[in-house]
């Protein structure tokens, strides 16, 4: 099988966002080409202490996603070591991917923060370039005016379709404009 996958759309849940004192909590993988489309996923659960889930998961932002806070806590259980997770990761970027890994999302710098910090072998393989849609929405939104409404889960898998559904989103706006990739 030839590694076509150029992209590694990442999303995590984590319990906060310090990386220092937060954990993962899911994550999911998405492998696309430069066309954004679908080679490959994966998702997995992290097992974290329901000690540190409880201090952790508090706030405006856990109780206005109560629904999420909920489902994160309940698959808990099932959930895996970090560790396990990392290598399952791996495992699914040697399958599709080559040398160059490209991990890209919304806001993906936070989420790499926490790579960085759990999961330094996955950390090693990544690219030191990012793709983060967050910079084509600054844009967007202040110098066009131009709005998407993603969707509001808060679930790794369902964001990171998003992300990948938002980039799709804004390259259609300037299709047929200097910046429409060129036919090879």
């Given at each position: 099988?030839s590694k076509k996958?150029?992209?590694?759309?990442i999303?995590l849940?984590?319990?906060?966002l310090?990386p220092e004192k937060?954990r993962?909590l899911e994550v999911?993988?998405?492998?696309?080409?430069w066309?954004?489309?679908?080679?490959?996923?994966?998702?997995?659960?992290?097992?974290?202490?329901e000690?540190l889930?409880?201090?952790r998961m508090v706030?405006?932002?856990?109780?206005?996603?109560?629904?999420?806070?909920e489902?994160l806590i309940?698959?808990?259980?099932t959930?895996?070591?970090s560790t396990?997770?990392?290598?399952?990761v791996l495992?699914?970027?040697?399958?599709?991917?080559?040398?160059?890994?490209?991990?890209?999302?919304?806001?993906?710098?936070q989420?790499?923060?926490?790579?960085?910090n759990e999961?330094?072998?996955?950390?090693?393989?990544?690219?030191?370039r990012?793709?983060?849609?967050s910079?084509?929405k600054?844009?967007?939104e202040?110098a066009?005016e131009?709005?998407?409404?993603?969707?509001?889960a808060?679930?790794a898998?369902?964001?990171?379709?998003?992300?990948i559904?938002?980039?799709?989103?804004?390259?259609?706006?300037v299709?047929?404009?200097?910046?429409?990739?060129?036919?090879?």
């Amino acid at each position: 099988m030839s590694k076509k996958a150029k992209l590694l759309w990442i999303d995590l849940e984590m319990t906060g966002l310090e990386p220092e004192k937060d954990r993962i909590l899911e994550v999911a993988c998405i492998a696309t080409d430069w066309d954004f489309n679908e080679i490959a996923r994966m998702t997995a659960v992290c097992k974290v202490s329901e000690c540190l889930m409880k201090k952790r998961m508090v706030g405006e932002f856990w109780e206005k996603n109560r629904e999420s806070y909920e489902q994160l806590i309940a698959q808990n259980k099932t959930g895996k070591k970090s560790t396990e997770v990392e290598a399952e990761v791996l495992k699914f970027v040697d399958k599709y991917f080559g040398d160059e890994v490209i991990l890209a999302g919304n806001s993906i710098h936070q989420d790499r923060r926490f790579i960085r910090n759990e999961w330094k072998k996955l950390d090693a393989r990544l690219h030191y370039r990012m793709f983060d849609v967050s910079a084509w929405k600054v844009y967007f939104e202040n110098a066009m005016e131009i709005k998407f409404t993603k969707r509001d889960a808060h679930r790794a898998l369902d964001d990171i379709e998003g992300s990948i559904e938002e980039i799709s989103y804004y390259l259609e706006k300037v299709k047929g404009s200097k910046f429409e990739k060129k036919k090879r």
